[in-house]
């Protein structure tokens, strides 16, 4: 579990998936991807300097399907970070 006192943001892989309904998805379809990967987000938040954790489990809303989460430092509003990894994700 992580708490406010670690100073990191938890990004579901499920907020950049493009076939998930708006309330899991975190961005607009135009920055989302199809089938989003662990690597390609771990990738992202490297090049930005979020210092990623890669953990291997269940989005709660689909506990059905592997998905994954990465761990990262905040260092700007949550939102902002996930649109900033989005775009990462999008130009490589």
Do not use: C
């Not at 100073?7 to 499920?14: N, P, R």
């Not at 954790?53 to 709660?60: D, S, T």
């Amino acid at each position: 579990m992580v708490s406010k006192k670690d100073k990191k943001i938890v990004l579901w892989l499920d907020y950049f998936d493009i076939n998930n309904p708006r309330p899991v998805r975190r961005i607009s379809k135009k920055l989302a991807v199809h089938s989003p990967k662990m690597e390609k987000l771990e990738e992202a938040a490297k090049s930005l300097g979020l210092n990623p954790v890669l953990e291997e489990v269940r989005y709660p809303r689909y506990w059905y399907k592997k998905t994954g989460r990465v761990l990262v430092d905040k260092k700007i509003k949550k939102t902002a970070l996930i649109r900033q990894v989005a775009e990462k994700m999008r130009s490589d």
